[in-house]
């Protein structure tokens, strides 16, 4: 083990040992380079005369640059997106994802999280996770509808066992908390270990917990780590703040589940991508919640600095969490977009920030309440069954008597309209592309193509 990577571990069990437990053996070898990295970054701040050491060109003591490239790019200074940022994200960004961390998420007051570390979207924060925290044959708890990719990530690339329990109750009428309740304590009796993905808004559902969900959700986790197990938990917020109705969770379940026990580890795995609409910019974060051991040398002291005399601190943990989550990046795609960093940073800076994130949640909101309005509609109720959604992108139905992939083809060929079929009997609707005027249409549609099938045309 690289000694860097001792001393990272020594200061995460000094903290919390379970942690340490928690870590893939990945994890536990992380750590971040001091080569050429660091002494580059020393020069940054000292080498005042002449700075020989970073791997980019200079001219007259500017970046170098292609004014073709530059002539695109106004209002950002090319020293400002074409040299590389930092392994960890550009610093500024970090510190204002961590303040709206807060501020969307009111429940964090007086807990510490870590900083953000910035990844190339929100799948490459998935796939860090697994890096940090999956071994191969650690049980992956998902729900049995859930974005695709993840069996990619947790079992095809770290060869997780993938479990899953019920999304819904079989009569679609609510989450089915109690099949979760049972995995979560099924799994964690057979094992030292769970690692568990949370994913709201859903996808493909488009549901969020109703705030007794979530506190429910988050107990039964909890439980489980007072109990002994250590929990691991991914919140996937890729869709956070789209939540269109009263009674549903406004923040992330991260925040109920930060700091609620010392073997328990909240990861929160989200992003501009989604949340400010900037997919091709790939700009996502991974920021850690965690408890501290109350037997451990630093509740009993309290102390926070990080001299090797000193005991170190809550915040020493987070950042040797964020050194080997920089270092993890650091050895698979080095660093994330300069350009799309300072593009997200300048746009969470501008007044109108929080007026433009309005009228595009107005937009969707209003397309899924008339998504919700055109399906009260009993005509179509023999043909499909509504998954309850109230937040994200998409909505679910469940087709009765006709095959949701046929369906899906028959729309395409038959009238050009583009659907997502999932399983034997689910159709996914993105209303985030369609315009409020399309939505009858499409379900008219839909079940025009499926009375069609029905007659076997
Ligand atoms: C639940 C969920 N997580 C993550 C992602 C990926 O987000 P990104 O584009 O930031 O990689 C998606 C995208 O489809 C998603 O649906």
Avoid at 140 to 156: A, E, K, R
Avoid at 287 to 301: K, W
Avoid at 341 to 362: A, C, H, R, W
Avoid at 401 to 415: C, F, G, I
């Amino acid at each position: 083990m690289n000694p860097l990577a001792a001393e990272l571990n020594s200061i995460i069990e000094n903290v919390n040992p379970h942690i340490l437990e928690m870590l893939s053996e990945m994890g536990k070898k992380l750590y971040f380079p001091k080569g050429i990295l660091t002494q580059s970054a020393e020069a940054k701040q000292k080498a005042h005369k002449i700075n020989a050491t970073i791997g980019i060109a200079k001219q007259n003591n500017r970046v170098m640059a292609l004014p073709s490239i530059t002539a695109l790019i106004n209002g950002i200074d090319p020293d400002n997106f074409l040299p590389y940022a930092s392994s960890f994200g550009v610093p500024e960004l970090r510190e204002k994802w961590k303040n709206a961390l807060f501020e969307k998420n009111p429940s964090l007051v007086g807990k510490e999280i870590s900083l953000p570390v910035v990844t190339g979207g929100i799948t490459h924060s998935v796939s860090t996770f697994s890096d940090l925290w999956v071994d191969a044959g650690d049980t992956v708890i998902l729900p049995d509808m859930m974005w695709g990719n993840y069996s990619m990530t947790f079992g095809v690339r770290n060869r997780a066992k993938i479990v899953q329990y019920n999304t819904y109750t079989p009569d679609l009428k609510h989450i089915d908390i109690d099949s979760f309740e049972s995995t979560i304590l099924r799994e964690s009796s057979n094992n030292k270990k769970i690692v568990v993905l949370l994913n709201f808004p859903h996808n493909p559902t488009g549901y969020t917990l109703s705030v007794d969900e979530a506190k429910r959700v988050s107990s039964i986790l909890i439980g489980v780590a007072q109990h002994g197990s250590n929990v691991v938990v991914g919140c996937d917020d890729a869709y956070f703040g789209l939540f269109y109705e009263q009674e549903t969770m406004k923040e992330s379940i991260f925040s109920l589940l930060t700091g609620a026990d010392k073997r328990l580890v909240a990861v929160k795995l989200d992003g501009a991508t989604k949340e400010d609409y900037v997919w091709g910019l790939r700009t996502g974060f991974v920021t850690y919640g965690v408890g501290v051991d109350s037997n451990s040398p630093i509740a009993a002291s309290g102390c926070s600095c990080s001299s090797s005399l000193k005991k170190p601190s809550l915040s020493d943990l987070y950042f040797a969490l964020e050194k080997k989550t920089a270092g993890c990046i650091r050895g698979c795609v080095s660093n994330a977009s300069h350009l799309s960093q300072s593009l997200v940073l300048k746009s969470m800076e501008d007044e109108n920030y929080p007026k433009y994130k309005q009228e595009k949640f107005d937009l969707l909101k209003a397309r899924a309440l008339a998504i919700k309005e055109v399906l009260k509609d009993p005509v179509y109720s023999d043909a499909w069954d509504v998954y309850p959604f109230n937040s994200g992108y998409f909505m679910c139905i469940r087709l009765k008597d006709v095959d949701a992939e046929t369906l899906r083809l028959h729309m395409l060929d038959n009238y050009g309209i583009g659907l997502i079929s999932i399983g034997k009997d689910n159709i996914r609707v993105a209303f985030s592309c369609l315009e409020q005027d399309q939505v009858k249409l499409l379900f008219d549609m839909v079940l025009q193509g499926v009375n069609e099938l029905r007659k076997g045309n």
